[in-house]
């Protein structure tokens, strides 16, 4: 395992017109490439994660799991915006001295996959045999092989979406509303705005769960509440432990602003149509953030794509838990993937 | 239509063990009540309702609809713990001369059922032909069902629950920390908490609907964000300009402690058989608050109840919206019910 910083001392302009005076990137390797650079599995994390894969999708990325340091050289990198290492609002303005916070200027997805590929060239890594992301990731890594035609052999998606929903934004919007309610937010200070990133933290889960996730893990007990009361404050408070509430802001709005179809004439179908990896598309049924009809749309775009559904009782956090079932239909898809090579050969 | 106030000064004993000190209760009624005294439909609203049913259930109650007010006697009173004119947050403590707030103290579903008791007295109304609320007034009025057994001919429960979810108490636990991590809540004024509460109707509006509401009422539209943004904003706005932060807490708490077991031997199936009148219970299909399995639950247990569904784009909302689905629904709930009573006769 090797955890590294790129200094990018260039400046990085951003879909939005505004550029950021230089850019850094945390990164995790995993692995060895291989003698003929064919094993790299780039891995994009969703939200709250960071650039250790190792540690937030164990089941997947482990040791005797199915991308093991052994046959894989994995890289995951923190996010652009998000507050592990790479550039965010924690970051210091090189201009002002200051850190950013709030005025960290708005980001896209296609933003962050434009700092992944700064990475990419870094390494020298010319083609990836899989690209994987879930969630956000899968958005940043649908962006990415679009602006980048031929960057992965292999395109996983899963629990994702081509444009999100107004469902999802009117969720992120709450969540927001929640985070500037608490008015430290306006102080710009590194613990600004923390008691409003329990209560996001607090209706993010919501969307991550289901009815039936909390009926069947959370029992009444008290006179006046239940454990679920209790629940939905440790776990607030435990993200506030690990993440900062400006990225946090800066990181949802550009989840909101991820449509692929934005300046590439507005039609998601034929945008879809220009996607060249072999795509493996997963839904979790029970999906209430990202429901599996989103993840079908994209399997029917994607020419040639295998579309599977997950079970769990999880909701949209199923992509992190059912590992194994995961585990089972990437191998099977590597298989068919494998023999349409070997037929086209033949 | 008249809009009155009773003043009950006499302490009013809850749950808790603690008691207020008098008890106000603003009420509607609508119609008259005819010679034999079987015209009475008692109407227990929802979280921010308030007394006046004929603005708010339009299309169930109207001049032409099934409850007009030529037919049957209307009642309907602010529920304890409210802010439009009964006893609540907002009240004036009369041992303080100083407004309740926050100090407010905690109260049950039992005592906003116990507090209508107090009102029933009072009108000298003796039967009630229909009682009938959707969602906490479906709560409320499955309670009064079960502390006065005779209180009314028929029970209709919409869109409620019988003892509150963990789910349910997962959503305003999340609503609860945004209004609290507004700091002015703690100020005890009278805009205390109006960001959070605005940050709070966000989130609620989330369990009101579904997905499918906000993809096909919302449109994306704009670089960075999509109609859902500003329609949460507003939403939240709307609802503090007539609603009170505290009042809020304290009716969301009063929800999560909705157990119809508590203090009744902790088994609801045999709690619900205790109910006694003829009831019909209705789910919204697509409700993700109070998923049709809570009401079909009710359903099950109560002794010769009938069940049905109604179908709607707009999830929970959708017991406001559907009325004519209901009123279809009660109607042959009414004439089933009095086929029963004459084959009993014969």
């Known amino acids: 395992m090797s ?22 990137i945390a990164y995790h390797t995993f692995g060895k490439l291989n003698a003929d650079k064919s094993n790299v599995v780039w891995v994009t994390h969703a939200l709250t994660a960071n650039s250790n894969v190792y540690d937030w999708w164990k089941g997947l990325f482990g040791i005797n799991d199915l991308f093991n340091p052994n ?12 507050c592990y290492g790479t550039t965010g609002s924690l970051s210091i303005n090189p201009d002002t001295n200051e850190p950013w916070y709030a005025y960290f200027p708005e980001i896209t997805i296609r933003d962050m996959a434009n700092a992944l ?11 990836i045999h899989t690209l994987i992301g879930g969630s956000q990731g899968g958005q940043i890594a649908l962006e990415w092989s679009l602006l980048q035609k031929d960057i ?37 200070s590194l613990h600004g705005g923390e008691k409003g990133l329990v209560a996001a933290r607090s209706i993010a889960l919501l969307s991550y769960r289901s009815c039936e996730t909390y009926v069947k893990t959370q029992s009444r007990d008290k006179y006046l509440s239940s454990n679920a009361s209790s629940y939905q404050r440790y776990q607030g408070e435990k993200l506030v432990k690990r993440f900062n509430a400006y990225a946090y802001v800066k990181l949802s709005e ?20 220009n996607i060249q990896a072999k795509s493996l598309v997963v839904g979790v ?36 838990i059912e590992t ?22 033949i």
């Open 285 to 320: 049924k029970t999906d209430i953030l990202f429901p599996v009809s989103e993840q079908r749309f994209i399997a029917e775009n994607i020419k040639d794509a295998v579309y599977q559904e997950i079970d769990s009782l999880y909701g949209h956090d199923g992509f992190l």
């Open 71 to 82: 046959d894989y050289f994995v890289v995951c990198a923190n996010n652009l915006g998000s």
């Open 3 to 24: 955890h590294k910083l790129l200094v990018h001392n260039k400046r990085f302009l951003l879909e939005s017109g505004l550029s950021l005076p230089k850019l850094e």
């Open 324 to 345: 194994k079932q995961l585990s089972e239909h990437i191998k099977q898809f590597y298989q068919t993937s494998t023999i349409k090579i070997k037929e086209e050969v």
């Open 117 to 127: 590929q700064v990475l990419k060239e870094h390494l020298g890594i010319e083609k």
């Open 152 to 188: 992965s052999e292999h395109l996983i998606l899963i629990a994702t979406n081509a444009q999100h929903s107004s469902w999802g934004v009117a969720f992120n919007e709450s969540q927001r509303l929640a985070i500037k309610a608490d008015r430290t937010y306006f102080s710009n």
């Open 254 to 273: 550009a989840m909101d602003s991820h449509d692929v179809a934005r300046n590439r004439g507005d039609d998601v179908v034929s945008v879809l149509k």
